[in-house]
């Protein structure tokens, strides 16, 4: 966000007031703030329409400036952006993104199905949180502890209920409402122009041999990116975009089994992958908003938060090492390549320099970076390295040392395709709950002495295990119970068996 980042270097720089005044010289700071007050719905005082972002600073700027304090209520005549007035817009820019999610959610009568506690809505839960701490009710959300961290559980619950009592309306907080949503909007929207929620026509630029165009449709912000021959559709959102992509693991899986076999995977590993990646995310999905800067594929692979190594890097390694000239032609041309990196985790560089620093990182968010991983996802080889790549996390849990319950590991204790499938689920997405989960289940199995179980002892540890996992921890298992139907729904039709001793397991190399 190019004009957000002007505006608060003027601000860090205190430079606003004698740059952003009537007269200014400053045309492309001008420009910047003209384009952030368009965005908050003030392209009718700015007459949009006719004279866009043109540098400017005349009457019509001074107004639109002037109705921004009034509806934020600082009292200024239009004239200079003070400091206060610089920093509101900033403030206001930065939930619009929040508030445009919340609003779509309400058009499309989605809110009830998207926000909910256990979700696995990301995007939609950090708009919830950011507008409940806006209109007050971070102390419920332990906001300076988590921030918004996406996760639908006890203090977004809280803060929810808190609100609606407040509202005189009946609600335990575990799942927003279309009214209350309604109400959280209603609070908000008065500080902001008429046109805030409206659609716009695009902005087109160009980012080396892509095209982007920049536009509100449908009542969110996209980003349509291009080259000679494709072109995708971002969703913005706060510092990226995301795109959940179209390339389905299980169609991939079922169209190429015997490929899949000759990489070293087993019919039951494969009969697993299909079991579980319903859950999963597609193999082209890009996201680019979060704190991990850039996630990719369908076990949404990171470059790592803050400065820490990612797993993204790993699986990009590989398919370096299965084809070099297509790892050219959509990464090493563009500068990127690996750095410390190892078979699970480690870091990008890009021209030479090591992606480990988050400004560094900041990097992959662009536009463009997006584009070249989507592209890379509609690519046989790289969608088949991916399949690859998310069964060996089997090889990080299933007989490893750290994850031993009682001297056994999982390996001894879990031997199904369907208890495989279920627990690689949790593994990917609260891979800390795993083991804990798993000895509880024993315990409230009362079972003990693995290696006399059979087929009834497994299940019985299976059942007790689902419930648990549904309600463990500060944050349980996104979506658990639902999770845990789509991977028995593969148990049903016989694609997974839930034999005792049914999976197949041999260590894939990395």
């Not at 900041?362 to 996802?377: C, M, N, P, T, V």
């Not at 139907?485 to 999976?503: M, P, R």
Request: hydrophobic residues 35%; aromatic residues 10%.
């Amino acid at each position: 966000m190019p004009h957000r980042s002007m505006i608060q270097k003027m601000i860090d720089e205190r430079t606003v007031e004698s740059v952003l005044k009537r007269g200014s010289r400053s045309k492309d700071e001008v420009r910047a703030l003209q384009s952030i007050l368009q965005e908050l719905g003030f392209g009718s005082e700015l007459n949009w329409e006719k004279y866009g972002a043109d540098g400017d600073y005349g009457t019509n700027t001074a107004k639109t400036v002037q109705t921004f304090g009034e509806r934020n209520s600082i009292s200024v005549d239009g004239d200079m952006v003070t400091l206060a007035i610089a920093k509101r817009i900033i403030i206001r820019f930065d939930i619009l993104d929040d508030m445009r999610y919340l609003q779509n959610a309400i058009q499309g009568d989605k809110v009830e199905k998207r926000l909910y506690r256990g979700s696995s809505d990301s995007a939609g839960i950090v708009a919830l949180q950011t507008l409940l701490n806006e209109i007050g009710f971070g102390a419920q959300l332990n906001w300076e502890r988590y921030g918004a961290d996406g996760q639908y559980g006890g203090g977004t619950a809280k803060a929810v209920k808190a609100f609606a009592e407040q509202e005189d309306i009946s609600c335990d907080g575990s799942r927003l409402t279309r009214e209350l949503a309604e109400l959280i909007i209603s609070k908000l929207e008065g500080y902001f122009g008429a046109d805030w929620a409206k659609d716009s026509k695009p902005a087109e630029a160009a980012s080396g041999n892509l095209t982007i165009r920049k536009l509100i449709e449908g009542g969110r912000p996209r980003v349509y990116v291009s080259d000679a021959t494709n072109e995708v559709r971002f969703t913005r959102f706060k510092r990226g975009v995301y795109y959940f992509g179209r390339q389905r693991p299980i169609d991939f899986i079922n169209n190429n089994r015997a490929s899949l076999g000759s990489l070293g995977m087993s019919d039951s590993a494969i009969n697993v992958m299909i079991a579980v990646s319903e859950n999963k995310g597609n193999l082209d999905a890009v996201n680019t908003w979060d704190n991990s800067f850039m996630t990719f594929g369908m076990f949404q692979w990171t470059i790592g938060a803050g400065d820490s190594k990612g797993e993204l890097p790993a699986l990009v390694k590989k398919i370096k090492a299965a084809d070099q000239g297509l790892f050219a032609e959509y990464f090493g041309q563009y500068g990127l390549d690996l750095i410390n990196t190892g078979a699970v985790y480690g870091y990008f560089s890009l021209n030479g320099k090591k992606l480990a620093a988050p400004a560094d990182k900041e990097l992959l968010r662009s536009d463009a970076w997006s584009y070249y991983f989507w592209k890379s996802g509609q690519e046989p080889l790289v969608q088949s390295v991916q399949i690859q790549h998310a069964l060996l996390r089997l090889n990080r849990f299933y007989r490893s040392k750290s994850y031993k319950i009682d001297e056994y590991f999982i390996s001894d204790l879990i031997t199904s395709e369907y208890g495989v499938g279920l627990i690689l689920d949790n593994h990917v997405n609260r891979p800390g709950y795993v083991k804990a989960c798993l000895k509880k289940a024993m315990d409230q199995a009362g079972l003990s002495e693995p290696e006399n179980w059979g087929t009834d002892e497994e299940l019985r540890v299976i059942d007790a295990y689902l419930k648990i996992r549904e309600s463990y921890g500060k944050y349980p298992m996104t979506d658990a119970a639902k999770r845990a139907a789509v991977t028995k729904k593969y148990l049903d039709d016989g694609t997974i068996s839930q034999e005792h001793g049914s999976f197949e397991y041999n260590i894939l190399k990395a």
